[in-house]
């Protein structure tokens, strides 16, 4: 038997910005919450077709404050760097009473932008989902992408409770797990967690790049697990990581500072031929990966769950 439909938090819904994020909040809505009115706007005109033709939305907008105005939800689904913008344009039709919240991977500077340009009445409330994929665009996202993630509220201080029980409720429907938490605290956690993991996705992909020529290719031809997952990271929107960095620089470079202070260590533990500090770390972070399955946050399938016939090769 399908599992009944959850009450809708919201009478109308509008998301800004229809890529990867957006439209898999649109598709888990069309899921999970039926009866809410939706509707998204895009400034890209291919992504409002693609969005009209998935049937995301009861109505594809260009203008983000004629989609606003009625809603008492608004979510941005726009790069963080763009956020201030957004919030602006959208002020003279957001409604009184409405929750303003977004879906950004950085909370203090989204928190200070929408306080600074919302409308009073308006009830500010930033979010972020952990959860997304390299990929990128309208149809890029899945209604399963928030199932059993963990999406973090860092609401402003003078939002009722109420308020925020109701975007909580509205996470949980799509099926997050749902944690509040400070802004700042927020980003330290996070630059840790995924941004410096894709800062040194990054730079190790294009250090790569930059030996490909003198290789012959052979970097690329001969790539192995490790190098090839790093890849995978190194492929997400550049638009939304150039911001994103910008916007947590305090945070991603203390994180930088701490990274490079351990990585010194261990080049002087290779240098040495300390083997035993080596293994003591590779155990020590081996015991962090099992505990990430066991939190549910990844599976425990060979090579990320992969399907591989019997006969292929495996990578050294």
């Given at each position: 038997?399908?599992?009944?439909?959850?009450?809708?938090?919201?009478?109308?819904?509008?998301?800004?910005?229809?890529?990867?994020?957006?439209?898999?909040?649109?598709?888990?809505?069309?899921?999970?919450?039926?009866?809410?009115?939706?509707?998204?706007?895009?400034?890209?005109?291919?992504?409002?077709?693609?969005?009209?033709?998935?049937?995301?939305?009861?109505?594809?907008?260009?203008?983000?404050?004629?989609?606003?105005?009625?809603?008492?939800?608004?979510?941005?689904?726009?790069?963080?760097?763009?956020?201030?913008?957004?919030?602006?344009?959208?002020?003279?039709?957001?409604?009184?009473?409405?929750?303003?919240?977004?879906?950004?991977?950085?909370?203090?500077?989204?928190?200070?932008?929408?306080?600074?340009?919302?409308?009073?009445?308006?009830?500010?409330?930033?979010?972020?989902?952990?959860?997304?994929?390299?990929?990128?665009?309208?149809?890029?996202?899945?209604?399963?992408?928030?199932?059993?993630?963990?999406?973090?509220?860092?609401?402003?201080?003078?939002?009722?409770?109420?308020?925020?029980?109701?975007?909580?409720?509205?996470?949980?429907?799509?099926?997050?797990?749902?944690?509040?938490?400070?802004?700042?605290?927020?980003d330290r956690v996070l630059a840790?967690?995924?941004?410096?993991?894709?800062?040194?996705?990054?730079?190790?992909?294009?250090?790569?790049?930059?030996l490909e020529a003198v290789t012959?290719?052979?970097?690329?031809?001969?790539?192995?697990?490790?190098?090839?997952?790093?890849?995978?990271?190194?492929?997400?929107?550049?638009?939304?990581?150039?911001?994103?960095?910008?916007?947590?620089?305090?945070?991603?470079?203390?994180?930088?500072?701490?990274?490079?202070?351990?990585?010194?260590?261990?080049?002087?533990?290779?240098?040495?031929?300390?083997?035993?500090?080596?293994?003591?770390?590779?155990?020590?972070?081996?015991?962090?990966?099992?505990?990430?399955?066991?939190?549910?946050?990844?599976?425990?399938?060979?090579?990320?769950?992969?399907?591989?016939?019997?006969?292929?090769?495996?990578?050294?």
């Amino acid at each position: 038997m399908d599992k009944p439909a959850a009450p809708s938090p919201f009478q109308r819904l509008a998301i800004i910005g229809g890529g990867l994020i957006g439209s898999s909040v649109a598709r888990a809505v069309r899921t999970a919450l039926p009866d809410m009115g939706l509707v998204i706007a895009d400034s890209n005109a291919a992504h409002r077709t693609k969005l009209s033709d998935l049937g995301l939305a009861d109505k594809v907008f260009a203008d983000a404050g004629d989609a606003v105005r009625g809603a008492d939800g608004v979510l941005l689904a726009v790069p963080v760097g763009a956020m201030a913008d957004v919030v602006a344009d959208i002020a003279p039709t957001l409604a009184p009473g409405a929750i303003l919240t977004d879906v950004g991977s950085t909370k203090a500077g989204v928190l200070s932008a929408m306080q600074a340009a919302a409308p009073k009445g308006v009830h500010v409330i930033p979010g972020h989902p952990v959860a997304g994929t390299e990929q990128s665009g309208p149809e890029a996202g899945f209604a399963s992408l928030f199932d059993g993630r963990w999406c973090i509220l860092t609401p402003a201080d003078d939002v009722p409770n109420a308020k925020v029980d109701a975007l909580t409720q509205f996470w949980q429907a799509l099926g997050a797990k749902v944690e509040l938490m400070d802004a700042a605290h927020h980003d330290r956690v996070l630059a840790i967690t995924s941004h410096v993991p894709h800062l040194i996705a990054y730079n190790i992909v294009g250090t790569a790049s930059d030996l490909e020529a003198v290789t012959e290719s052979e970097v690329i031809k001969y790539s192995a697990g490790g190098f090839r997952d790093f890849t995978r990271i190194a492929a997400s929107d550049p638009t939304m990581w150039r911001d994103v960095f910008l916007e947590n620089k305090d945070a991603v470079l203390e994180m930088l500072g701490r990274f490079s202070e351990d990585l010194t260590a261990l080049q002087r533990a290779i240098r040495w031929g300390d083997g035993d500090a080596l293994y003591t770390l590779f155990s020590r972070t081996r015991t962090i990966r099992r505990s990430i399955i066991d939190a549910g946050q990844d599976d425990a399938a060979p090579d990320f769950g992969r399907h591989h016939s019997d006969d292929s090769p495996s990578d050294a």
